[in-house]
């Protein structure tokens, strides 16, 4: 199995030269450097969840469908197999389980926050929904301006096509699903 910035700089190329961009044009589209751009597609980068959401967004494709694996008629997936995109400093852990294909328009990921940690994310495509399942402890979520906890057991649903954000003030790892719907 590939790791997966292996998969992320395959995805970034081929995107790349079917929108017949180079990687200047990506840099200025993206605000991501042309040499963290250029690390990144050799699969010896390891770029953060922020940084690929600003590759997304650039390139106007689903954050997921960087993270898309080859597809196959079925998949098991060992979540332990699957190499996490990191952020703040590794004390949030994203691991892509089921990426977008493009073609369901939604994606699965399992998140692991350690205590004390904090993530903001850049909005999504327009329309995007996220659905977040708390498995263990509590996050804080702050959305559309507004601000949630929710806890082990409890679900949320927002509009993810504006910013938002995750922390973990918590004493204990949270460990979350999300799944997010691309109309």
């Given at each position: 199995?590939?790791?997966?910035?292996?998969?992320?700089?395959?995805?970034?190329?081929?995107?790349?030269?079917?929108?017949?961009?180079?990687?200047?044009?990506?840099?200025?589209?993206?605000?991501?450097?042309?040499?963290?751009?250029?690390?990144?597609?050799?699969?010896?980068?390891?770029?953060?969840?922020?940084?690929?959401?600003?590759?997304?967004?650039?390139?106007?494709?689903?954050?997921?469908?960087?993270?898309?694996?080859?597809e196959v008629t079925y998949e098991i997936v060992k979540?332990?197999?699957?190499?996490?995109?990191?952020?703040?400093?590794?004390?949030?852990?994203?691991?892509?389980?089921?990426?977008?294909?493009?073609?369901?328009?939604?994606?699965?990921?399992?998140?692991?926050?350690?205590?004390?940690?904090?993530?903001?994310?850049?909005?999504?495509?327009?329309?995007?929904?996220?659905?977040?399942?708390?498995?263990?402890?509590?996050?804080?979520?702050?959305?559309?301006?507004?601000?949630?906890?929710?806890?082990?057991?409890?679900?949320?649903?927002?509009?993810?096509?504006?910013?938002?954000?995750?922390?973990?003030?918590?004493?204990?790892?949270?460990?979350?699903?999300?799944?997010?719907?691309?109309?």
């Amino acid at each position: 199995m590939d790791t997966m910035n292996q998969i992320v700089a395959g995805n970034i190329r081929r995107f790349r030269k079917e929108k017949k961009l180079t990687m200047e044009e990506l840099a200025k589209l993206s605000g991501v450097s042309k040499s963290m751009l250029a690390q990144i597609e050799r699969g010896d980068g390891n770029p953060t969840i922020s940084t690929l959401w600003k590759i997304s967004n650039g390139m106007k494709v689903p954050f997921d469908a960087l993270t898309v694996r080859p597809e196959v008629t079925y998949e098991i997936v060992k979540t332990a197999e699957v190499q996490p995109i990191l952020e703040d400093d590794g004390k949030v852990r994203n691991y892509s389980i089921f990426p977008d294909d493009e073609n369901r328009r939604f994606a699965v990921y399992y998140l692991e926050l350690d205590p004390d940690s904090y993530w903001e994310s850049e909005p999504h495509l327009r329309g995007t929904t996220e659905f977040i399942t708390v498995f263990s402890g509590t996050v804080e979520i702050k959305a559309d301006g507004k601000q949630f906890q929710v806890s082990e057991g409890e679900n949320i649903r927002f509009k993810g096509d504006t910013e938002h954000s995750y922390r973990n003030s918590g004493e204990e790892t949270a460990v979350l699903h999300m799944i997010l719907y691309n109309p």
